[in-house]
Nanobody, 118 residues
Framework: QVQLVESGGGLVQAGGSLTLSCAASGIIFSISTMGWYRQAPGKERELVARVIKDGTTNYADSVKGRFTISRDNAKYTVNLQMNSLKPEDTAVYYC????????????WGQGTQVTVSS
């Protein structure tokens, strides 16, 4: 099992920036992909960005050009730099890790709230 600790959420005005951080511990050798997801009120959880061990990234269309995901393979941490935030980015953000696509290695935690005011 992998344990995740997320941090960095908060309240920011539209156009502002926030950085989310996530640290993995436990049985981490199985981790291939590290990613950030979000769930807004009344909506399903969605992928925001993910990064594979070789550095390959993919982003949701809604955040391309504004968000940047990065990982430290030695420390098993993953960050999400969020710039030019919009009110529609308001959500609870979750970190999770996969062994291969669809196989998550950690339980979904409490996440971290990001609120963007207009």
């Amino acid at each position: 099992q992998v344990q995740l600790v997320e941090s960095g959420g908060g309240l920011v005005q539209a156009g502002g920036s926030l950085t989310l951080s996530c640290a993995a511990s436990g049985i981490i050798f199985s981790i291939s992909t590290m990613g950030w997801y979000r769930q807004a009120p009344g909506k399903e959880r969605e992928l925001v960005a993910r990064v594979i061990k070789d550095g390959t990234t993919n982003y949701a269309d809604s955040v391309k050009g504004r968000f940047t995901i990065s990982r430290d393979n030695a420390k098993y941490t993953v960050n999400l730099q969020m710039n030019s935030l919009k009110p529609e980015d308001t959500a609870v953000y979750y970190c999770n890790v996969e062994k291969f696509p669809g196989l998550f290695l950690a339980s979904w935690g409490q996440g971290t709230q990001v609120t963007v005011s207009s």
